[in-house]
């Protein structure tokens, strides 16, 4: 697991790795090395974690800091692991400009689509750079749970305002969009990559400071099997921070 930005982080991360995993493994031959697009990488964490797991990946990142993280990261790495992984400096919105359609056999946009003002045109550009019974997955804010974080945190006013709202101030100060699972799932079966599963992420663990660190090992078992079991069950996942959507290329 990556300690990096905290319990926070690690819930993130820990959760969509297991759904992204149990997606693959669903739909591709064990063993078989894949094509992977990380499109807004960040830091370069799932991306890391599947080229140790044999597969291909291309990271596309807009933020020169956050590529130098990622950098940093992967030149840490054995020199078998860095072969693997091929990093660009590039908007998701113009993977057309650096790739040709079908070029990949799984795409992430993981905490991308909240800084994208009008995300269809994106996702379709997403959806072209997957060959056929590619894999998408995409990681979101849960517009119809945005009540949920100042709520638990006793601000009345902020939850009132966030009912029927798809904005919000993020963490850093920024305001920024949220999505809506219905919407998302039309936008998916439009440009031929369905939603074939989705999950919640952070039901109970949002709300944490930034700065807090992991608890004991047995206990953040604990923790993550409860997230885990949360994100995967109604009507918990429904209220969930983030959600973890995977649509299939027809």
Do not use: K
Not at 226 to 237: F, I, S
Request: net charge neutral; hydrophobic share 45%.
């Amino acid at each position: 697991m990556n300690g990096l930005g905290g319990l926070r982080n690690v819930v993130r991360q820990e959760l969509v790795a297991r759904q992204l995993d149990e997606q693959i493994t669903a739909r591709y031959p064990v063993g078989q090395r894949l094509r992977v697009l990380d499109v807004g990488m960040g830091q370069g964490t799932q991306a890391l974690r599947l080229a140790r797991a044999g597969h291909t990946i291309t990271g596309l990142e807009p933020d020169p800091g956050m590529l130098r993280a990622a950098r940093e990261a992967l030149a840490t790495e054995p020199a078998g692991i860095r072969e693997r992984v091929r990093l660009i400096e590039g908007d998701g919105r113009e993977t057309g400009a650096h790739f040709r359609p079908g070029s990949f056999d799984v795409v992430l946009c993981h905490g991308v689509l909240m800084y994208v003002e009008e995300p269809d045109a994106m996702l379709a550009g997403l959806a072209r750079m997957l060959a056929p019974g590619g894999l998408l997955s995409l990681l979101v804010r849960n517009a119809d749970a945005l009540a949920m974080r100042p709520g638990l945190a006793g601000d009345w006013p902020g939850a009132l305002g966030a009912f029927g709202s798809d904005t919000y101030v993020n963490r850093l100060g920024l305001a920024v969009r949220a999505d809506r699972l219905e919407a998302l799932t039309a936008t998916l079966a439009g440009i031929a990559a369905p939603l074939h599963a989705w999950y919640g992420v952070r039901v109970f663990t949002d709300n944490v400071p930034d700065e807090q660190g992991l608890p004991a090992a047995d206990e953040l078992g604990r923790l993550l099997a409860a997230e885990d079991r949360a994100g995967r069950t109604e009507p918990y996942r429904r209220v969930a921070a983030l959600l973890h959507l995977c649509g299939v290329r027809g």
